[in-house]
């Protein structure tokens, strides 16, 4: 019960030895092995989901005593002389936040693992590092050491790697290399802010120098005269060192969400990455983005982050935008949906921007929407690109009066993500734009045309889906590999079945109920809300 | 005029009788000399492999006479000559562990195996590089430097050019030769001015102190830079650099794998050690100007760590990239001595542990490579993911660790350089050292454009070459191990911090 959360986090791994130790004889065993990890880990997480506190006394986010599950372990302890010893610990815990990413990580990576079906070579290297993955992503989520997080959040970065370079596409060097160097470079600088913070911070109880990041939301723990102090600020290069702090930590994280300018690594990175290292990168990795503003950067330097609002809310506007006219202009289907994530992530910059309890609220569940969303997507079109390894737009037509239950599941998705009422995106989008609309009265932070752009950007991705399904699905049937493809257009599977459903439900739920995830965080988001307006 | 000196004597005998006991580690590693030698010219015939055994033997005992010393607090021998502290055991057994393994890579090395020359020599030649070694970081009189030095180097020109089977590698060591003569000539000069300016050689001695603390730095630095031009060959940074890619291609691996460590490392103790009497000066002080003791210092680790990851973008050789890499290596290691206290010299000994590991895996494994199938190039490696998995694997954890990244203990080792470099930032505010990090934040993601280049080719492209499994020899297993040692510290620093 106390470890429980070791336990999803390390679950992976063991799995990933167990497979790496098997002879290659049982090859067609493995993806039952990942397949069992991950339902464990979904059944983990459900059961974490219902045992969850959600009352104002377990708020977390600020205060280590209120944060559940946790569990804590001396870690590295190094005496460094003058300036005082060095404390890493081994510190797991959720609060309203990174709950709800348990559950969602777990059930992606099972889609992810029902979608690895199509994988046929090497099995053994694939779901040893698919495995490795699901770790890392489950421990940035529990991790509130911001040493233990760095590793986590880097250990992401190898397997990741591997699986777009080993199993992609025709420019899958490429495309990992520049996943790889740009999530670095946000990365390596963040290690420098990471090293400044710790020696800004004493943990009161010990005297020592701390990576605690629940210490490091208290200004109280901050030396007087330190980097990062909040007492007496600083200057680095000119400028407020916190801010540069913040600057540095949002970049960092921006890459992964990713903003425009910083996206231009995921087009590429999801057009070559096979379909379950697609579902992943854009159903999980994109929220580490989003969760680590909010976790990290907002927490920490909350005073930067309320001087930087209106350039933040801004980068969403410009996102949502840009993706969304950029979406409208792709042929490539997988590109498309590549591009209308940087749109819908947008909206989640522009929630978190506009510092309401709305619009954290909608952020967060944008986040957790997206993610089945997106995951359901990028299924949907690996299935079609498995079937006739194509998936330019203007090569199908028709392709309802072929297969109309897959047609029906991505009219479901299509909808789902356009925003249409009734499902999750629509729930989640309208919090932000409800969040950036009121800013102005509320705290003066975001400017109320940022809320009007915004909701152009519902109404251009309502065009470039619903143009899409016209395209595509609808009409005549002309197919540009004729009877050939008439002929591997099989319908969905009842494995895929298996993958489409849970998603498509998920959908539904939060778009009807979107209380099972609201009343869960409501206390953690009024926390933060407290922490960030001081 | 002879008769003055009488009663010094016996207090000079004493002296030297009670720094014996501390002496140890070093008798052992001459007395390995001497055996290695007999051995080598009465028994090489019958037991070709007694050379090696008596070797690893001496290096092992030296290692725990060393770790006894570990606590000891620190003495004077031989009037000032050495001084043996925490600091140089420690360097000491890092001297050992790399000594072992090297004999263990040369016991594995085909090339050096079939000589016609064997291996008793390399071995003899070891013991006695070894004891310079231990030397060179014990040293504290400019005399010492320089003997202590010229051991190593010698030494070392000869490791280069040991087999001198192909114009490359006699190229190599000739290089190696000429280049590293020029350079002690220069420390040697910057040493005679020193002298001259303060009258003494013991660097720790008051006259010295006083002198440079009357005497403005446009004086002693210049004669300063020139000694330290000695000890940046032996650390080969830019701009001594020139050396490295040719002896690191030319040089038979293990003599590479083993120069790129423990000479390097020794380097840095020599500099610790010189810089010491310097550090109240300006090393601490808000000295902001590119002309001082700082700035020399923290320009040259910029230059290096730019050419260093720069110029190992464009190699084609594995060893070769290596050899840049091990530059760039160094620049950064050098952030660590810009905070000069406990804090810095521990992520510096920290860093050169896992770099020696690192290192030493890398050319072992580099070296199964080439001699399994003959290829050197970053290009050739092209599949070889699927001819020697577990070997390439591993070589994935080093390369990952020598970027710096989790979850192997390079991170922990860059993570700790880092640390003490903004700790020098904090306390002094300088530019030149914040632009020193940045260029160190930097030189990471360039290194993991070059050291990914092998994995590219082994694990994502495919070669027309028919797929041969092959046997993993004894030096693949060594290096398995030492990969399971990075993966080790990273979730057990206190392994190693615990002794620092």
Redesign the interface.
Known sequence: MNHLLSFLVFLPLVAALVIILLPSGFRDRFKHIALGTSLIQFFVSVFIYLNFNNSAAFAGVNKESQFQFVEKMAW????????GK?EIDYLLGIDGFSMPFLVLSSLIMFVATLASWEIKANLKAFFALLLLLNTAVMGVFCALDFFLF??FY??M??PL??LI??WGGVR??YA??KF??YT??GS??M??VI??L??SVLNPATGNHTFNMILMMDPGSYLGS??FSSVAPQS??GISARLLGFIVLFVAFAIKVPIVPLHTWLPDAHVEAPTPVSIILAGLLLKVGGYGILRICYSIFPDAAIQSAWWIGLIGVVSILYGALNALAQSDLKRLIAYSSVSHMGFVLLGIASGTAEGVSGAVLQMISHGGLSAMLFFLVGMLYNRVHDREIANFRGLALVMPQYTAFVVIAFFASLGLPGFSAFMAEAFSLIGAFTSQEVNGLLPRWMAICGSVGILLSAAYFLWTLQRMYFGQTRLKGGDKWLQQLKDVNTNEKFALVPLAILAVLLGIFPSLVFSKMNASVLAFIQLISG | MMKDFIPYISISLNETINSLSFFYPEFALGLGFLLVILSDLFFAKKFPQLPAFVALLSTLFAGVLSFNMLKQSPVQLFGGMIVQDHLSTLFKLIFCFISILFVLFVRYHKDLQSSNKGTGDLFSILMAVQLGLNLMVMSENLLMVYLSLEMVSVGSYLMVGYLSNSPKQSEAAMKYALFGAVCSAFMLYGMSLIYSFSGSLDLFSAQFVSFLSTTPFFSWGPALIMMLIGVAFKLSLVPFHFWAPDVYQGAPTPVTAFLSTAPKIAGFGILIRLLAPFQPLSLSGIDNSMFSLTGVLAVTAIASMIVGNFGAIWQNNVKRMLAYSSIGHTGFMLMGLFIF???GF?AIVFYMVIYSIMNMAAFMIVDEVEEKTGKQDIDEYKGLGKSFSLLMIAMVVVL?SLTG???TAG?TAK?LI??AA??AY?SSGSGLI?TL?IVG??S??VS??YY?RI??NA???KSDDPIIAFKNSPKSYISMFLVFLLLFF?IF??AI?GHL
Do not use: C, H, Q
């Not at chain 1, 590295?76 to 300036?83: T, V």
């Open positions: 590295i302890r190094l005496d460094l002389g003058s300036i060095l760095y590793i880097e250990l970065l190898l790697y591997f370079g080993m899958r060097e990992a290399m790889f160097l670095l470079f390596v600088f290690l420098l090293i400044g710790y020696f330190s980097v680095l290069l | 206290s406990v804090s521990k990952v990244l989790p979850p991170f993570f880092f640390s903004i700790e904090n914040m990090i934040a930097l990471t993601v993991l454009f990914f994995p590219l694990f994502l492209r990273i620093p206190s911090l």
